[in-house]
C-alpha cells in the first residue's frame, strides 16, 4: 500500500469511530520516517497537515481523535493526514434532469432522496446499488427560469418521519425567490397540492441574478437560508432586507399553513432589522452549508475575487459592496473571507488541475463537509475537511475546517450543482451537462447524479 508507513498517523488524525488518539503519538509517528522526505510542517510527503490542540497524555483509552480537536492550536502541533481525493462514478437513473441543481436524503428512509432541476423539475428516487429509480417526477408550477434562476434548492425537513415534509427553493419571478414546504404525498398531484410560502425575497426591479439557492437545518426546529442579493448591490448592507444574507427561522409546521418566526440566537442588528437575519454582506452565497455551528460558503465574485467565507458568530458582515474580495479600507467591522482566489488561469487552483476548463469565467462553491458514520467509505479522509472548488473551471479542492491550511486537489467535475450524503455513507453531488444553456437548435446534454468515491 502506497502510505502503509503512514496509515497508523492517518487513522489517528482521521477521527475513525474507535480510535483513542492523542496527537503527540500521531507526531512522534511522523518523526519516525524519514526525515529528508518531511515537509516544512512536519509530514511525509504527499500528506497534509492539520493544526491540532497540545493534548496531554489521554488519562484512558477514550481520548478524542486528533481530527476532532476543537481548541485552537498550539503553534507547531499538527496531525498528517492522508489527503482525501475523489472520483466522480455516474448513476443510471431515469429522471428527467435538464439542468439538475440540487439533491437531498430524506434521513428516515435509506436510499430515498430529492433532486431539483433548475427548469422547474422535482424528482423523488431511491438508489437501486448502480442505478437511481424515480418514485415521483413533477414540474413545479411558477418557476421563473432564465439563466442562473430556477428552481435552485432542496431541504429535508429533521422531523420528515412525522411530518412528510420538504422545502424548495424557487424562483418565481426576476424579483422574487420563495421558500416553498410541500408534503410528500403518494402521488406528484396531492405532492405540489400540499405547496405553502414560508419565506420570500423580494427585490424591486432586479436583475435574474444571485437568488436563495441554498437551504437546510441546523437542529429539529432551526432553518437556515443562503440568499443572494438579486444584482442590486446595496440591499446586502440593508438590515431590514433579506437579500445579502444568511438567516435563521423556524418554519411553520403547521398543516396547511406557511410562515416563520425568526430563530432564537439571531443578532439584534438595530431598528428596523430584520429580525430573521443572521450575517449581512453577501453577494452570491449560492453553495454552502452548515457543519457544527458554523456556516461556510462561496460568495461568487463581481470582477476580482471568489470567496470561502466562514459564518462562525452573529452578525458578521461579509462586506459586500463594501469590499469584493479581502477588505482594503474603511474595514471596520467587516469580516475578510476565510481565503479567496482570482480570475487567473496560473493561479495554483486552476494550474493544479489538468482538466481544467480554460476560462475567464469564476463560480465559486462550498461542497460538503462529511458527516463521520460508522460505515466510512473515505476512511475518514474527510472528516473534519471541507470541499470546495469552481463550478465553471471545474476544480474540487479540499481544506481541513480547523487552522489555516494547506488546501490540496481533490478532483475534477464541471458544472457541479449539489452536495448530499446518503445514510449508506456516500457522498452524492449533482452536476450539469452543459452549462450555459444549449443555443437554439443545439442539443443539451442531461445531468447526472453522481457517487464520489475514493480516487486512490
Ligand atoms: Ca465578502
Not at 31 to 56: I, K, Q, R, W, Y
Not at 265 to 290: C, F, K, M, Q
Request: aromatic share 10%; net charge negative.
Amino acid at each position: 500500500m502506497k502510505y502503509a508507513y503512514v496509515l497508523p498517523i492517518a487513522l489517528l488524525a482521521g477521527a475513525c469511530d474507535d480510535g483513542a488518539a492523542d496527537p503527540s503519538e500521531a507526531l512522534d509517528g511522523a518523526v519516525t520516517t524519514d526525515a529528508a522526505a518531511l515537509t516544512d510542517a512536519g509530514c511525509p510527503e504527499g500528506m497534509v497537515p492539520h493544526p491540532v490542540a497540545d493534548a496531554a497524555p489521554p488519562a484512558g483509552d477514550a481520548a478524542p481523535p486528533a481530527a476532532d480537536a476543537q481548541a485552537p492550536a498550539d503553534a507547531g502541533a499538527v496531525a498528517c493526514d492522508i489527503p482525501l481525493r475523489l472520483r466522480f462514478e455516474p448513476l443510471q437513473h431515469d429522471a428527467t434532469l435538464s439542468r439538475a441543481t440540487s439533491i437531498a436524503f430524506i434521513p428516515s428512509m435509506p436510499g430515498h432522496f430529492f433532486v431539483t432541476d433548475r427548469d422547474g423539475g422535482f424528482a423523488y428516487m431511491q438508489l437501486e446499488g448502480e442505478r437511481a429509480r424515480v418514485l415521483q417526477q413533477t414540474a413545479v408550477p411558477d418557476v421563473w427560469v432564465n439563466g442562473a434562476a430556477g428552481l435552485l434548492g432542496v431541504a429535508v425537513d429533521p422531523l420528515f418521519a412525522n411530518n412528510r415534509y420538504f422545502y424548495l427553493a424557487v424562483s418565481v419571478s426576476n424579483e422574487r425567490n420563495v421558500i416553498r414546504r410541500y408534503t410528500l404525498e403518494d402521488t406528484a398531484e396531492a405532492t405540489l397540492a400540499s405547496e405553502v410560502s414560508i419565506l420570500e425575497a423580494f427585490g424591486p426591479r432586479a436583475p435574474r441574478w444571485h437568488n436563495i439557492a441554498s437551504i437546510g437545518f441546523e437542529d429539529d426546529d432551526v432553518m437556515w437560508a443562503l440568499i443572494g442579493e438579486k444584482g442590486l448591490f446595496e440591499p446586502a448592507q440593508d438590515a431590514a432586507d433579506v437579500l445579502g444574507k444568511l438567516v435563521r427561522f423556524v418554519p411553520s409546521r403547521v398543516p396547511g399553513e406557511g410562515g416563520y418566526v425568526p430563530a432564537p440566537g439571531n443578532p439584534d442588528l438595530g431598528e428596523g432589522s430584520n429580525p430573521a437575519v443572521y450575517a449581512t454582506g453577501l453577494r452570491s452565497p449560492w453553495r454552502g452549508i452548515h457543519h457544527e455551528g458554523k456556516w461556510y460558503f462561496g460568495d461568487v465574485g463581481f470582477n476580482d475575487f471568489e470567496e470561502v467565507n466562514v459564518v462562525s458568530e452573529p452578525g458578521q458582515n461579509f462586506g459586500w459592496p463594501l469590499a469584493e474580495g479581502p477588505c482594503q479600507e474603511a474595514c471596520d467591522g467587516l469580516t475578510d473571507p476565510w481565503f479567496f482566489y482570482g480570475r487567473s488561469n496560473s493561479h495554483p487552483f486552476v494550474a493544479e488541475d489538468l482538466d481544467a476548463v480554460p476560462t475567464s469565467e469564476r463560480s465559486v462553491f462550498v461542497g460538503w463537509i462529511y458527516q463521520p458514520v460508522a460505515e466510512d467509505p473515505y476512511q475518514g479522509r474527510w472528516n473534519d475537511v471541507m470541499t470546495f472548488g469552481d463550478t465553471i473551471v471545474g476544480f474540487i479542492r479540499a481544506r481541513n475546517i480547523h487552522g489555516d491550511g494547506p488546501d490540496w486537489a481533490v478532483g475534477h467535475l464541471p458544472w457541479i450543482t449539489g452536495w448530499a450524503q446518503a445514510p449508506d455513507g456516500y457522498v452524492y453531488v449533482t452536476a450539469m451537462g452543459t452549462w450555459p444553456p444549449a443555443d437554439e437548435g443545439e442539443a443539451e446534454q442531461p445531468s447526472h447524479i453522481l457517487r464520489a468515491v475514493l480516487a486512490d
